[in-house]
């Protein structure tokens, strides 16, 4: 009876060991910074959202990380992008996002946009040029995205994503935030891989933190 207690015992007291270890070694201030105040995000899944922009070379240094991040993200977790529009040209760029995740083609445009501008160093002239590109790469008509990038729905996300990076406190791309609570920065973290321990581990806090409110 004496051994099965002690063996009990060390099984609850594993878990809990990881998790000082876990606090330990990622700190608030240090490795992420507390949102203040947090922003209200869906309770079914914890939200992570990368603030990003196609025009940020680091972003696109960023997307395989976060690409190969996603396939095996936790199943409580969820995942969108927010793009940041600072300046006109960035906004156009969200324009841009928006268009394409609202005709379903980011899976084929995503990724060769970013290698596009970065890798092949393309000038687009215009946003018909850009348009003609996503239309050319996905299949669709130019006009169709040029109307899309326009439409009344992608202006509510953008005017959306010009009122949440700041309240994020967001100064710089890319940017991860976790549950409208935390924000992670490479430099915070100390690199892309580095980036993503420290997500999981928010992530792992915040399902944590609503089991224990459920609880109570």
């Given amino acids: 009876m004496m051994r099965f207690l002690a063996a009990v015992l060390l099984a609850a007291a594993a878990p809990a ?9 990622f700190q608030e201030g ?17 939200e992570v959202t990368e603030i990003f922009s196609y025009a940020c070379i680091h972003c696109a240094h960023f997307e395989p990380t976060i690409s190969a991040w ?6 409580t977790a969820s995942f969108a992008y927010l793009p940041a529009a600072w300046s006109p ?45 996503h239309a050319a790469k996905a299949g669709i008509k130019a006009e169709d995205f ?9 202006n509510i996300k953008v005017n959306r994503s010009k009122q949440m990076v700041p309240r994020y406190g967001v100064e ?27 997500v999981d581990f928010l992530i ?10 459920k609880a109570g």
């Fill in 30 to 46: 240090q490795h992420y910074f507390r949102i203040e105040p947090a922003q209200t995000t869906p309770q079914d899944k914890v």
């Fill in 89 to 133: 040209s960035w906004e156009t760029l969200a324009h841009v996002f928006y268009a394409a995740e609202a005709l379903g083609i980011l899976d084929r445009t995503h990724k060769a946009f970013f290698d596009t501008l970065h890798v092949e160093k393309r000038a687009f002239s215009s946003v018909q040029d850009i348009a003609d590109w």
């Fill in 146 to 154: 040029f109307a899309t990038m326009n439409s009344p729905a992608v």
């Fill in 172 to 198: 710089g791309t890319p940017s991860i935030v976790v549950a409208g609570k935390y924000r992670v920065t490479g430099n915070a973290a100390g690199g892309w891989p580095e980036v993503m321990q420290v």
């Fill in 17 to 25: 060991a990881l998790a000082q270890g876990m606090v330990e070694r």
């Fill in 70 to 75: 996603k396939k095996t993200m936790p199943a």
């Fill in 204 to 213: 792992a806090k915040e399902c944590a933190a609503r089991a224990a409110a």
